[in-house]
């Protein structure tokens, strides 16, 4: 299989992207109504030694992806084992962005056409960015970056016109408890995320190239979340907290002039660029590891059987809006062993195998 080689670049911001995803639409630590913003603060907190494992990870195994190190740490069958959880975490992941997309769409958008239309467009564009291979996504997600956050600046500039301060106020009035609970939410939903990375990197330049793409990831994606909260919270108020997608709701509420209105299409293009991204990560990871668990050659030939199993499972998912978003509520417990238990054991066996090839290459010279 050919190496496909990221530059570092390319590699922030498509990370930037992919922990954009469904986020800007979804929101984060709704839990903690007019406090999200300081739960999102804890979540980044929480966020930091969750990235610095899955680059140590990435770092003490050079040229090589999670399921490569899973091989090398654990054996043959007990690696594979494990790479099967993994593939099944990249490939569920996919399919609720999937499903998250096209709800947005038929709520807002296109509400009598279909959603299995809508799944199958996003699907299928995904689909054929994969099969070109990672490089070509990322790419195109470099090109494109630059305008998302053009749209983004310019869209929370002319939201301070219907934005009140005093929407933020009383700090921690139902104190700590829902800070937390939402602190938890943002930490899994949308920064852990990143775990999938693990299964996606191995042609750094360099071996410290790991560390600053998570964490310049984190920063960037981090600032621009929070201040997304911080104009949902001063435009909705308590609002935010309860409607389906707070960030389209606070954009549509714009009003200057009767001039300036009606410009929560740039939310859906931000949206759409976010999660397709997202998509299509989660899309290569599951192939990937396919066809490196079962060791079946190139992953291309996989893309769009399992990118179509992955529509498929999406459409079928959910009841409906609501289900989802109750899912959201206890998604954080089901992906917390994905994005921290098994990192944690990983990295304990990684560390330790290092440390014993190291020993043994002294001795045999």
Known sequence: MKK??????????????????????????????????????IAVAMAVPALFIYARLLFLYPGQDLFDILKRVFGNITGKIIGLLFIWYAFHLGAMVVRNFSEFMAIVAIPETPPMVVIL????????????????????????????????????????????????????????????KGAFSAFSFPFAE?????????????????????????????VVILIISIRNIMVLGQVGSIVYFPSYVAVSVINIGQFIQRIEVTVAMVFLLGGFVKISVCLYAACKGIAKVFTLGDYRQFVAPIGLFMLIFADNIYESTMEMLEWIKYYPYYAIPFQIILPVIILIGAEIKVRQETIQGTGDR
């Open 194 to 222: 990143t775990v999938i990375f693990t299964m996606v990197f191995s042609g750094f330049k360099n071996r410290i190239s790991v560390y600053k793409t998570y964490y310049y990831a984190l920063l960037i994606s981090a």
């Open 4 to 41: 496909e080689i990221i530059s570092d670049p390319e590699s922030i911001i498509t990370m930037i992207t992919f922990i954009f995803g469904s986020t800007l639409i979804l929101g984060s630590a709704g839990d903690a109504k007019q406090d999200a913003w300081i739960s999102v603060l």
């Open 121 to 180: 467009l996003m699907g299928m564009v995904c689909i054929f960015a994969i099969k070109d291979g990672i490089e070509l996504l990322t790419r195109i997600t470099t090109f494109l970056f630059p305008l998302v956050l053009l749209l983004i600046l310019i869209v929370v500039i002319l939201s301070l016109t219907e934005a009140n301060p005093e929407n933020l106020k009383p700090v921690l009035y139902d104190g700590w408890k829902p800070v937390f």
